[in-house]
T-cell receptor, first 114, second 112 residues
Framework: GQQLNQSPQSMFIQEGEDVSMNCTSS?????WLWYKQDPGEGPVLLIA?????ELTSNGRLTAQFGITRKDSFLNISASIPSDVGIYFC??????????????FGAGTTVTVRA | NAGVTQTPKFRVLKTGQSMTLLCAQD?????MYWYRQDPGMGLRLIHY???????AKGEVPDGYNVSRLKKQNFLLGLESAAPSQTSVYFC???????????FGPGTRLTVL
């Protein structure tokens, strides 16, 4: 699959803080998706982006599809304790067999600062 | 709607044993996928299906087989389990190809 570099690998949040994470790739994608995974559960879709330059919000979450189609970022505003978890980016591209394939980043682990 | 369900949730195998993981979805999705998730790595695609009766290889297909006899079910088989197959396995489905995939809760498999 395509290589996605997601950063940071981990971060600590304090309630009320704004946090950002991003994904970059050397390849272009047709779509960018952001998922959140809670312990012991499957990833849940947060935001889907379909056009280069698109900026989309879902509550306190905002994500953008980079103009170069090689990157995306996710912002969480005014973080709350339930924001902890692992956030994954995923880039979608049409494969040689004309199917869309998703490539996932390694994830950003968000934990609460003690 | 139950969404995507997976059976079993946990399993421990000995090297060389076989097993089948079941994925079921009730959203009438055409596309179904099997991923594995290992620590510090993103989800990696094992096999996928673009419709009933079809299957295709993903990024890491070796050691696994799949079948899609019914639209709502996607089975992942391990014929001879190896310790390297210790992982968490996720099934996903989507209506259109690839986008907005919906995931099941996962199966945690340990191969001793």
């Amino acid at each position: 699959g395509q290589q996605l570099n997601q950063s940071p690998q981990s971060m600590f949040i304090q309630e009320g803080e704004d946090v950002s994470m991003n994904c970059t790739s050397s390849s272009i994608f047709n779509t960018w998706l952001w998922y959140k995974q809670d312990p012991g559960e499957g990833p849940v879709l947060l935001i889907a982006l379909y056009k280069a330059g698109e900026l989309t919000s879902n509550g306190r979450l905002t994500a953008q599809f980079g103009i170069t189609r090689k990157d995306s970022f996710l912002n969480i505003s005014a973080s709350i304790p339930s924001d902890v978890g692992i956030y994954f980016c995923a880039g979608g591209i049409i494969s040689r067999s004309n199917d869309y394939k998703l490539s996932f980043g390694a994830g950003t682990t968000v934990t609460v600062r003690a | 709607n139950a969404g995507v369900t997976q059976t079993p949730k946990f399993r421990v195998l000995k090297t060389g044993q076989s097993m089948t993981l079941l994925c079921a979805q009730d959203m009438n999705h055409e596309y179904m996928y099997w991923y594995r998730q290992d620590p510090g790595m993103g989800l990696r695609l094992i096999h996928y299906s673009v419709g009933e009766g079809t299957t295709a290889k993903g990024e890491v297909p070796d050691g696994y087989n799949v079948s899609r006899l019914k639209k709502q079910n996607f089975l992942l088989g391990l014929e001879s389990a190896a310790p390297s197959q210790t992982s968490v396995y996720f099934c996903a489905s989507s209506y259109f190809s690839g986008n907005e995939q919906f995931f099941g809760p996962g199966t945690r498999l340990t191969v001793l």
